[in-house]
C-alpha cells in the first residue's frame, strides 16, 4: 500500500534551517509529483510546492521562493524539503503529499512538527 | 492567487443530519477542486477530487458537486466519525489554495 513516511520533530532557532524528509514506498516513486503543504497550530492548510523526482523539476508558491530547496533521492525513494532563514511564523506541521493520476493529492504524510524557537 | 472561501466556518449538527458545506472560488477554475477531511493531531485525508469523484474506500455519504466557482461537500447522514475539519482546495492553477476550513461540532 502507498505509504509517506516523514522524519520527526524538530526544534530550531530563529536565522536556522530545517530539512525534513519524506519516505516514499508502496508505488514507483519517480512516476509521481510529491507536494508540501504546511499548517500553522491552530490555523488553515498552505501551500509550499511541488517536486517532480524524476529530473527535479520544482514549483513554489512565491513566498517560499528562494527560502526553500526540494530535493530527492531516487535510490532511497525519499524526497527533501529544506527551509532556510527560519522564523517564529514558520512554527508549523509540514506535509508531503503524493499527487495522484487526477493531478489531486490522494495520500499524505503524517506531518512534522517545526517549533521555531530561541 | 486564487482565493478559496468556504462557509459556514463552523457548524453544529447531530448524528444523522444532512450537512452541506460551501465553498467559492475568486475565479473559474473548471472542476479542478477537491475536499480533504482533517482530525486533530491527524494528516488530512482526500474525500473528492474533481469536484464529484470520491477516491476510493471514501463512503457513498460524502458527495461533491459543482463546477466554475460554486462547489459543495454534502455528508448525507452525519456519524460520530464525521465530526472533523473539512478543506477544500483548488489545483486548477497555481499557487494551489486551500479554504479555510469547516469545523463539524456536535
Known amino acids: 500500500q502507498v505509504q509517506l513516511v516523514q522524519s520527526g520533530a524538530e526544534v530550531k532557532k530563529p536565522g536556522a534551517s530545517v530539512k525534513v524528509s519524506c519516505r516514499a514506498s508502496g508505488y514507483t516513486f519517480n512516476t509521481y509529483l510529491i507536494h508540501w503543504v504546511r499548517q500553522a497550530p491552530g490555523l488553515g492548510l498552505e501551500w509550499m510546492g511541488i517536486m517532480n523526482p524524476s529530473g527535479g523539476a520544482t514549483n513554489f508558491a512565491r513566498k517560499f521562493q528562494g527560502r526553500v530547496t526540494l530535493t530527492s533521492d531516487t535510490s532511497t525513494s525519499t524526497v527533501y524539503m529544506e527551509l532556510r532563514s527560519l522564523r517564529s511564523e514558520d512554527t508549523a506541521v509540514y506535509y508531503c503529499s503524493r499527487e495522484g493520476r487526477n493531478s489531486e493529492n490522494d495520500f499524505w504524510g503524517q506531518g512534522t512538527l517545526v517549533t521555531v524557537s530561541s | 492567487d486564487i482565493q478559496m472561501t468556504q462557509s459556514p466556518s463552523s457548524l453544529s449538527a447531530s448524528v444523522g443530519d444532512r450537512v452541506t458545506i460551501t465553498c467559492r472560488a475568486s475565479?473559474?477554475?473548471?472542476?479542478?477542486l477537491a475536499w480533504f477531511q482533517q482530525k486533530p493531531g491527524k494528516a488530512p485525508k482526500s474525500l473528492i477530487y474533481?469536484?464529484?469523484s470520491l477516491h476510493n474506500g471514501v463512503p457513498s455519504k460524502f458527495s461533491g458537486s459543482g463546477s466554475g466557482t460554486d462547489f459543495t461537500l454534502t455528508i448525507s447522514s452525519l456519524q460520530p466519525e464525521d465530526f472533523a475539519t473539512y478543506f477544500c482546495q483548488q489545483y486548477n492553477v497555481y499557487p494551489i489554495t486551500f479554504g479555510g476550513g469547516t469545523k463539524v461540532e456536535i
Open positions: 475565479q473559474g477554475i473548471r472542476n479542478y
Open positions: 474533481s469536484a464529484s
